[in-house]
């Protein structure tokens, strides 16, 4: 089972810039589409991203759309959020997960891997 660690959370004040990362084991990492997920103070768990297998197709959910981007290494089974011009609204525990779909999908009950989670917090 692909198992999964967050890393690179923070503090960052707003408009700056951060970059977490995923790092994955115990699976075929090209077998899964990847993606992040996040969980503000007080709300539900929301979609931030997804990529897929070979990196050819991504989704971001709109408020992010051109300031976050979501790539990853193969080679290393690392998958990373970069996170630019943040705004306080970005703060929240960031999950990462795991998918054997061939989709960037954005439905939560359809992914059946996740990390721990890693705090990112915006200050203004």
């Known amino acids: 089972q692909l198992q999964l660690v967050e890393s690179g959370g923070g503090l960052v004040q707003a408009g700056g810039s951060l970059r977490i990362s995923c790092e994955a084991s115990g699976g075929t990492f090209t077998g899964y589409t990847m993606g992040w997920f996040r969980q503000p103070p007080g709300k539900e768990r929301e979609f931030v991203g997804a990529?897929?297998?070979?990196?050819?197709?991504?989704n971001y959910r709109e408020s992010v759309k051109g300031r976050f981007s979501i790539s990853r290494d193969n080679t290393k089974a690392i998958v990373y959020l970069q996170m630019n011009d943040l705004k306080a609204e970005d703060t929240g525990v960031y999950y990462c997960?795991?998918?054997?779909?061939?989709?960037?999908?954005?439905?939560?009950?359809?992914?059946?891997?996740w990390g721990q989670g890693t705090q990112v917090t915006v200050s203004t």
């Open positions: 997960a795991g998918t054997a779909l061939g989709v960037a999908t954005t439905t939560e009950s359809l992914w059946p891997r």
């Open positions: 990529i897929t297998w070979n990196g050819a197709t991504t």
